[in-house]
């Protein structure tokens, strides 16, 4: 399988791919932007990097068609009432299966990247996906932005306990 990576013209947001195979990437076909893949993104065969921002950090998940599952769920609750309901145990058995089968799919926490590389394995620093790692980036790409933005902290310094003062007489 030819490793390729998915993720939007930086100029003109257009969806594009690009085969990772060490060569000059083709210009945007909608602006004619040049696209300049990173060459350093893999090392040893697995994904280190985004090919397209450079960036270090990753995150992995099943590249699962989300849509086939569905087709199959939706034919075993058609035939369910013909085969005593097993239709549905296959259908589940079918899903897990696939969803086994699925490869990994390395995607871009850059906010504004998302690139998604497909046909290399996850490097060992790839993880699974970390929601806030991927609100870390996504402050940074606000921040980025929105120049001159108020930072909003609305840290009121925490309750004040009730003072206990110890007029025992
Ligand atoms: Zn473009
Ligand atoms: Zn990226």
């Known amino acids: 399988m030819q ?3 998915t993720y939007p013209c930086r100029q003109c947001q257009a969806p594009l791919e690009r085969a990772l195979d060490g060569g000059d990437a083709a210009p945007c076909a909608q602006c004619g932007a040049a696209q300049e893949l990173s ?6 065969g697995a994904v280190l990097r985004c090919p397209a921002c450079d ?3 990753l995150y992995r998940q099943k590249d699962f068609r989300q849509a086939l599952g569905c087709v199959v769920v939706l ?10 309901y097993l239709s549905l145990v296959a259908a589940a058995l079918i899903d897990a299966v696939l969803y086994w089968l699925a490869r990994d799919v390395v995607i871009c926490y850059g906010f504004q990247c998302r690139a998604h590389i497909r046909g290399l394995p996850p490097g060992p620093g790839v993880l699974p996906f970390d929601l806030s790692i991927h609100d870390y980036y996504r402050g940074l790409a606000r921040e980025s932005s929105e120049p001159g933005d108020e930072s ?3 840290e009121s310094g925490g309750p004040a306990g009730p003072e206990t003062d110890k007029s025992q007489s």
């Not at 060459?39 to 040893?44: A, D, S």
């Not at 034919?75 to 005593?84: C, D, E, G, Q």
């Open 3 to 5: 490793a390729s990576v």
């Open 55 to 57: 960036l270090k950090v």
């Open 39 to 44: 060459k350093r993104y893999q090392e040893n």
């Open 75 to 84: 034919v075993a609750s058609i035939l369910a009432p013909f085969t005593f």
């Open 152 to 154: 909003p902290t609305s």
